[in-house]
Every structure is written in C-alpha cells, then in structure tokens.
C-alpha cells in the first residue's frame, strides 16, 4: 500500500482570509481539523455551543478564548485544552496567523 | 468553570528514555496521546498490529516509519498521516527526539 503524507503547516490560506477549516480526518465518531484563524475574533455575542467535545491544540501563533461567564485562556504554542460539549466559548481574538489542531468527539448515545 | 491548559512540549523524559506515552485525552472511541521517541526504533522484526485506525503528526524532530512490503516514510515536523487498523508499521528510527501526536479511533461495530 502506499502511504500519503501531508504536511498541516503548508498551503495556507492568503492573510487576508480571517479562518480556514480543513478536515483532515473525518470518521463517525470523530473528527480532526487544521483551522487558520488570521486576526480573527468571533462576532461579539457569538458562542460556540457544540454537541462535540472538543480537543484543540495552538501548533503557531496564539489566541485567547473566552468562555461563557468571563473566563479569559490565553493559549500559546503547544497550548491544549479540551471544551466539554455546550461548554459556551468564542475566540476573544487571535494572532496575526495562529494554527490550530482540533479534534471533534461525538457524544455517546 | 476553569478550563485546564497544559503544554505538549513541557515535562519531556530523560533523553536515556527511548519512548514514553502520555494521553492526553480517552473516551470510549477516541484516545489522543503524545509519544516522545528518542533515538527510538521498534525492535526488528516487531510490527504494530492495530484495532485502531491512527492518525499521527510529527511536532517535533523526525522519524522514518516502515510499512510491511517495505516502504519506508519519512517524517517531518508538521507531516501527518492515516495509519488504517491492521496496516502493519514499525518505527524504522526517529531522531534524538521526536515528538509525536497521535489519535487512535476506535473500529465501528
């Protein structure tokens, strides 16, 4: 069989694009993501209210998360945290090109 | 709440260790460890036989895998790959130390 390599830190998006979402793997029980988040803020009053827990990763760059009740997380290179689901958050705002790695877990049943 | 960050590159082992396995994050599907290797290879003729599909990234140093048939890959920082379940793999050799990321996703039943 042959392998493929891919390689997350190459074809990135122009600067001026403020988020990419690829998927890198997709299967019914989880989900991994490369996001480009350029500059970017979520809209105010937006809150990611997910059914997933959520692992996510800084791989360069850094970014500030807000969750629901105030709480500030300042995340740097090699940063990670997981977000439980309907764990309310947003991106309180990021670096001129932050990476990030995530990986989407659905809930059991 | 009070969400829990911590660092992929803090708290590395001793380099006279060639391999050490943290999770980082296990759910009954989905198991998400950093493995630091070390001048590390498989002992010969030993394969990885996995339930698991795995996906797995390089963050750091680099490392050649070998596949049954023979290919062999080479990793750099940031290359990533799927590994299907029951794809027979060994570690070849990493460099001094090379760290991985990887996702283990349980087979459908």
Same mark, same amino acid.
């Given at each position: 069989?042959?392998?493929?390599?891919?390689?997350?830190?190459? @074809?990135?998006? #122009?600067?001026?694009?403020? /988020?990419? +979402?690829?998927?890198?793997?997709?299967?019914?029980? $989880?989900?991994?993501?490369?996001?480009?988040?350029?500059?970017?803020?979520?809209?105010?009053?937006?809150?990611?209210?997910?059914?997933?827990?959520?692992?996510?990763?800084?791989?360069?760059?850094? @970014?500030?998360? #807000?969750?629901?009740?105030? /709480?500030? +997380?300042?995340?740097?290179?090699?940063?990670?945290? $997981?977000?439980?689901?309907?764990?309310?958050?947003?991106?309180?705002?990021?670096?001129?090109?932050?990476?990030?790695?995530?990986?989407?877990?659905?809930?059991?049943?």
């Amino acid at each position: 069989m042959t392998i493929k390599v891919k390689n997350i830190f190459r @074809a990135l998006p #122009e600067l001026s694009k403020p /988020e990419e +979402v690829s998927n890198l793997l997709e299967t019914p029980t $989880t989900k991994i993501e490369r996001i480009v988040s350029q500059a970017y803020s979520s809209p105010p009053g937006f809150w990611y209210d997910q059914d997933d827990d959520e692992w996510v990763m800084v791989l360069r760059g850094e @970014a500030t998360l #807000e969750f629901e009740g105030g /709480e500030l +997380v300042l995340m740097k290179e090699g940063d990670h945290v $997981t977000i439980p689901r309907h764990v309310r958050h947003r991106v309180e705002q990021t670096a001129a090109q932050t990476l990030w790695l995530a990986v989407h877990i659905r809930g059991e049943k």
